[in-house]
């Protein structure tokens, strides 16, 4: 869908273009002119005969043959404009800035398909409407400002709003972060920030193409293209930061299961980002300071040397890395002695290594060796730098500049003046560096980055189940909940282990049975959803008296239609449960069970399918994961059986796809095994 002249034109018509410098057609002229575009310009407007220096024509149909349209003339004259191009002109690439499309009404959303139709007649390339253009080091065709520095090993930026894709360059600059390309895709009527993506993954050259990715989402219209083709450039050794915009909980919907109320569309997004190895971010500062990140050496430890002048900034970063699982070593023994010696009196090596406000660029060359070859206990470094205004720090920034070379270890500057030493920090970014200026912002974002998980292999290993039995099942069920009987047969089917259960509607029945299973049992309802709400659970029933007592009482219950029975088994409460998003494909969730899921509502999501890898991470990054390991004293659950569960039901999920709801709550986790002991599955075919 992309292709060469929308990339590489070597001819573009500005569609629309004017002599007003405050229009959108002013001003993309103006911005291909100042770039010094080296092909054909061409101008349309129906008035001029010259704009900004450039012949103009009337006429479209006068216009020699032109490969790219930039187009900014009123949305119902759009259809006409791009069909004739087509037609006459050979014009196989479109930017169309105008609004008034989709975006706006049922017309606008008509004109666009019929845009659309004729550019995919010729198998041609459209970006936008409604979007502020496209910028690379071929062309400047977009109609705002400011440019920033282009560069090939610079990040490639897709958005889904213009007006954001200028806030985000404007907060990337001031750090030094470069460009290779911008796409702003608009209403993505043609192109969308999947199908950039896409582009980008099969066109990767790992010699010549960047390696960092950014993206302002929208919305996610094709989750598996995103998730195929990022999860492919990171396995190439790109890095990828993302915003995904309206995720707030006023979006999510009612529904009927633990695991409904817990799965969300954003939970999805969040579930694609973790499987993609996206480093998933909530404002525009946030997705520039990692992409800075990203263009510093890799970072391969937690371990982090503060290096400092002031006292405050150094004591701010450390408590954000050291609440958010980095690591700020001590740093003692003879070599950190030896260091002290090179420093005046007064300084302070522990981490932070504080050399004081009159701290001179010779000291900080010694605290940097120091760091790169005497401290193995130090992944990287961290710079913090400023000033008062009574002194410049160019030498400073001059050694920083050269030790971020040599040193093997990343370095990461923190040089807060932007206004004292304005000039200084120019001269550093003129070096190609980039400035972190507010130590918080960036001590988050490394700690984004550092705890990504790596995206996950292409191809997953899953359990063995039984595929043909679960086909059976699912085609001979209807939609709704599924019979207890069904989800016994569909958790054997899978391999999850159950509770042993009869599922009974007498008296005579349940003491027959209760007999069968041996006491202690445990009774429940079948029909209402929240069984414990009604009084529709009894634990440690221990004889016929109490099983007859219960029956009659519990199948009384409003919507009860029999009474489930299992061997009272004990163990740590745990949770698994499934959800269907539409598009996404099935999230599966983990979690403490039983009352724990509604009060503490700890769970962590992964995208179906699941690799062990996974399924284990869900488990250790649980807030409770220590309830899991077994504190004091309690027994702990079996980490391998659990995370053998949550691989199986992402495996039953792939295989039956109709299964729209699905929990697992509780199981029992025990240091030998864990068992389901209550399941929930709902159908929608």
Known sequence: MINEQLLNPKSIVVIGGSNNIHKPGGKVLKNLIDSDFKGELYVTNLKEDEVQGIKSYKDVNDLPNVDLAIIAIAAKFCPSTVDALTKEKNTRAFIILSAGF??????????????????????????????????????????????????????????GSGATAVFIIESGMPKGLTFSSVYSVGNSAQIGVEDVVKYLDETFDPETSSKVKILYIESVTNPEMLLKHTSSLIRKGCKIAAIKAGGSAAGSRAASSHTGALASPDVAVE?????????????????????????????KGKKIAI??????PAVMLTDVLSNNGMDVPHI????????????????????PIDFLATGTAEQLGNIIDACEDD?????????????????????????LHEKMKTCKKPIFPILPSIINVKDDIDYFLSLGRINFPDEVLFGNALCKVYHTAKTTPENIILPKIDNKKIRQIIDNTQNGY????????????AGITRAGEAVVDTKELAVEQAKKLGFPIVMKVVGPVHKSDVGGVVLNINNVDDVEKEFSR????????AILMQPMLSGTELFIGAKYEPKFGHMVLCGL?????????????????????EASSMIKNLKSYKIIQGVRGQEPVNEEKFADIIQRVSALVKAAPEIFEMDLNPLLGSADKVVAVDARIRIEK
């Open 554 to 561: 519990m199948i009384k219950i409003k919507d009860t239609t």
């Open 271 to 299: 579930a694609l980002f973790k499987k993609a190895g996206i480093v998933r971010c909530q404002g525009r500062d946030e997705l520039t300071t990692v992409a800075s990140i990203f263009m510093h050496k890799e970072l």
């Open 102 to 159: 989709s975006e706006e009404n049922e017309e606008g959303a008509k004109l666009e398909k019929q845009i659309v139709a004729s550019i995919n007649k010729v198998n041609g390339s459209l970006i936008g409407p409604n979007c502020v253009g496209v910028l690379n080091q071929n062309y400047t065709g977009i109609f705002t400002t400011p440019i920033p520095k282009l560069n090939p090993k610079g990040c490639d930026f897709i958005s």
């Open 375 to 399: 401290f193995d206990n130090i992944d990287a470094m961290a710079v913090i730098f400023g000033s008062p205004g009574l002194f410049t720090n160019r030498e400073v920034y001059s050694l």
């Open 593 to 613: 069970g039983g009352i724990f899921i509604e009060v503490l509502k700890d769970v962590n999501v992964g995208l179906a399918p699941l690799d062990k890898n």
């Open 332 to 351: 003692e023994g003879t070599k950190a002695e030896e260091l002290k010696k090179k420093l005046f009196d007064g300084s302070a090596i522990g981490n």
């Open 307 to 312: 290096i400092t002048h002031a006292g405050g």
């Open 482 to 493: 599924l019979s207890p009987e069904g989800v016994q047969n569909l958790l054997d089917a």
